[in-house]
Protein backbone atom coordinates (compact mmCIF):
# COMPACT_ATOMS: atom_id res chain seq x y z
CA UNK A 1 0.00 0.00 0.00
CA UNK A 2 1.31 3.17 -1.29
CA UNK A 3 1.22 6.22 1.20
CA UNK A 4 2.09 9.70 0.89
CA UNK A 5 2.82 12.68 3.03
CA UNK A 6 3.39 16.22 1.88
CA UNK A 7 5.31 18.88 3.42
CA UNK A 8 6.85 22.38 2.28
CA UNK A 9 3.26 24.54 3.23
CA UNK A 10 2.94 27.96 4.37
CA UNK A 11 2.25 31.34 3.98
CA UNK A 12 4.14 33.91 1.41
CA UNK A 13 3.84 36.78 -0.12
CA UNK A 14 2.57 37.61 -3.66
CA UNK A 15 5.20 37.07 -6.23
CA UNK A 16 7.23 34.50 -3.97
CA UNK A 17 8.09 31.48 -4.05
CA UNK A 18 7.38 28.03 -2.29
CA UNK A 19 8.29 24.31 -2.59
CA UNK A 20 6.22 21.49 -2.20
CA UNK A 21 7.86 17.84 -1.36
CA UNK A 22 5.35 14.52 -1.72
CA UNK A 23 7.41 11.54 -0.09
CA UNK A 24 5.65 8.12 -1.46
CA UNK A 25 6.54 5.11 1.01
CA UNK A 26 5.49 1.41 -0.23
CA UNK A 27 4.74 -0.08 -3.83
CA UNK A 28 4.78 2.34 -6.46
CA UNK A 29 4.54 1.94 -9.97
CA UNK A 30 6.33 2.61 -12.84
CA UNK A 31 3.31 2.89 -15.07
CA UNK A 32 2.00 5.28 -12.81
CA UNK A 33 1.93 9.08 -12.67
CA UNK A 34 2.26 11.71 -9.83
CA UNK A 35 0.13 14.39 -9.58
CA UNK A 36 -0.30 17.47 -7.75
CA UNK A 37 -4.11 18.85 -6.95
CA UNK A 38 -5.29 21.66 -5.23
CA UNK A 39 -8.71 23.23 -3.46
CA UNK A 40 -9.54 26.26 -2.68
CA UNK A 41 -12.48 27.12 -0.26
CA UNK A 42 -16.01 26.69 -1.35
CA UNK A 43 -14.31 25.26 -4.60
CA UNK A 44 -13.60 22.05 -6.25
CA UNK A 45 -10.21 20.65 -6.76
CA UNK A 46 -8.75 20.73 -9.27
CA UNK A 47 -5.78 19.49 -11.36
CA UNK A 48 -2.24 21.57 -10.98
CA UNK A 49 0.65 19.49 -12.22
CA UNK A 50 1.94 15.83 -12.88
CA UNK A 51 4.92 13.53 -14.10
CA UNK A 52 5.16 9.86 -14.95
CA UNK A 53 7.57 8.08 -12.97
CA UNK A 54 8.66 6.10 -16.37
CA UNK A 55 8.81 9.06 -18.85
CA UNK A 56 9.37 11.94 -16.60
CA UNK A 57 7.19 14.40 -18.90
CA UNK A 58 5.74 17.04 -16.83
CA UNK A 59 2.01 17.89 -17.51
CA UNK A 60 0.68 21.32 -15.98
CA UNK A 61 -2.60 23.33 -15.51
CA UNK A 62 -2.42 26.29 -18.01
CA UNK A 63 -3.26 28.70 -14.99
CA UNK A 64 0.25 27.27 -13.58
CA UNK A 65 2.16 26.65 -16.65
CA UNK A 66 5.59 28.71 -16.36
CA UNK A 67 5.03 29.27 -12.74
CA UNK A 68 5.22 25.94 -11.37
CA UNK A 69 7.60 23.11 -11.98
CA UNK A 70 7.19 19.50 -11.05
CA UNK A 71 9.89 17.17 -10.58
CA UNK A 72 10.08 13.60 -9.23
CA UNK A 73 13.20 11.72 -7.82
CA UNK A 74 12.70 7.96 -8.65
CA UNK A 75 15.43 6.29 -6.25
CA UNK A 76 13.51 8.79 -3.14
CA UNK A 77 10.08 8.33 -4.30
CA UNK A 78 10.19 12.17 -4.05
CA UNK A 79 8.10 14.50 -5.85
CA UNK A 80 8.32 18.24 -5.60
CA UNK A 81 6.51 21.16 -7.16
CA UNK A 82 8.68 24.65 -7.51
CA UNK A 83 6.04 27.52 -6.93
CA UNK A 84 7.34 30.60 -8.14
CA UNK A 85 5.52 33.82 -9.00
CA UNK A 86 2.38 32.63 -6.34
CA UNK A 87 -0.26 34.62 -6.83
CA UNK A 88 -3.59 35.21 -4.27
CA UNK A 89 -5.50 33.35 -6.47
CA UNK A 90 -2.84 30.07 -5.84
CA UNK A 91 -4.34 29.92 -2.13
CA UNK A 92 -5.71 26.13 -1.61
CA UNK A 93 -4.74 22.79 -0.02
CA UNK A 94 -2.20 21.47 -1.84
CA UNK A 95 -2.56 17.34 -2.16
CA UNK A 96 -0.33 14.83 -3.83
CA UNK A 97 -1.91 12.31 -5.45
CA UNK A 98 -0.63 8.94 -7.12
CA UNK A 99 -2.40 5.45 -8.65
CA UNK A 100 -2.14 1.94 -7.36
CA UNK A 101 -2.21 0.72 -11.65
CA UNK A 102 -2.01 2.60 -14.43
CA UNK A 103 -3.07 6.01 -15.32
CA UNK A 104 -4.33 7.17 -18.40
CA UNK A 105 -5.82 10.24 -18.43
CA UNK A 106 -3.21 12.01 -16.12
CA UNK A 107 -4.70 15.31 -15.87
CA UNK A 108 -8.15 13.31 -14.23
CA UNK A 109 -8.87 13.42 -10.78
CA UNK A 110 -10.98 9.66 -10.43
CA UNK A 111 -7.32 8.18 -11.56
CA UNK A 112 -5.75 8.82 -9.18
CA UNK A 113 -6.99 6.46 -5.83
CA UNK A 114 -4.38 7.38 -2.72
CA UNK A 115 -3.89 10.51 -1.83
CA UNK A 116 -1.82 12.94 0.79
CA UNK A 117 -3.35 14.60 3.50
CA UNK A 118 -2.80 17.44 1.90
CA UNK A 119 -0.57 21.25 2.66
CA UNK A 120 -2.11 24.72 3.18
CA UNK A 121 -0.61 27.07 0.32
CA UNK A 122 -1.39 30.93 1.85
CA UNK A 123 -0.56 33.69 -0.81
CA UNK A 124 -1.45 37.66 0.50
CA UNK A 125 -1.38 39.83 -1.44
Known amino acids: QVQLVESGGGLVQAGGSLRLSCAAS????????MAWFRQAPSKEREFVAA????????FYADSVAGRFTIAADNAKKMVYLQMNSLKAEDTAVYFC??????????????????WGQGTQVTVSS
Open 97 to 114: ATSSGDIYNIRSEPEYNV
Open 26 to 33: GRTFIDSA
Open 51 to 58: IRWSSQSP
